[in-house]
């Protein structure tokens, strides 16, 4: 079905579909990209196909030839030097976090979001806040629908019941894990002295230390939530989707967790 002319070009529904879709795949690119040095490598391919494709409609058969033989090759290096952004692509289809994402714009079709806790935020909170106010450095996953396994293996087992005092404590300048992550799953503190991967984006503030960069980085390659305290400024941020938000309150990251780690369920 023709939808209208633009002097020789016929523009057809799937035409539009078409075009919407590979702006919506361009945008996802770079907005995994964006901040990375895999954003200039993203740029140069581009470039490199807009050439080629403008060299083969001119008809100029040899640098042609040259271009459409790398080009061939793409998609297998494609593969090899994006991995870490593929991977994390997959891991957001694969999850059901898009939609959590948006679940209050989706409560009109019959989703409510679960109110019960999954653990207990008040210690977390609090304890974040206290250490904030002593500026002690700390860093807190918590786990969502990935249990983190891997990362769990490099720290020291505790699976203790969740309290103020234990976050504390194993955070205290002195203890021997205060320099890694704490990992929780659903209501325990699972390990601590935990080793996270950092994320690789160039654009962060110099403030920012290895525990912002370990918190990016463990939200980029799963669907974790990541609590930081600076040890500098004693500032409490969080790391969600590789995306860093500054908590000004208790109130306000009390907030964030229930939003975030709240669960969709049919009525």
Known sequence: MTLFLLGF?????????????VASLFYTLYYLLRGTVAINIFFGIVTIFLIWKLITALQMELLGEILGAFVSVGFIALIIIFQPEIRQFLLALGTPKIINRYRKKFSFLGFRMLEDQVFNYESVVKACFSMG????????????????????????????????????????????LHDGAMVITKDKVKAAGCILPVTKKLDLPERHGMRHRAGLGISEQSDAIAI????????????????????????????????????????
């Open 133 to 176: 106010e002593k500026e002690v450095g700390a860093l807190i996953v918590i786990a969502r629908h990935h249990n983190l396994f891997e990362y769990i293996q490099t720290g020291v087992v505790i699976n203790a019941d969740i309290s103020q005092p234990l976050i504390e404590n194993i955070f205290f300048k002195n203890s021997p």
């Open 9 to 21: 070009i016929e523009l057809k529904l799937f035409d539009i579909i078409d075009i919407l879709l």
């Open 228 to 267: 930081i305290v600076s040890e500098e400024t004693g500032f409490v941020s969080v790391a969600s989707d590789g995306n860093l938000f500054k908590m000004k309150d208790i109130a306000m990251l009390t907030e964030f967790l229930q939003n975030e780690l709240g669960t969709l369920e049919s009525k």
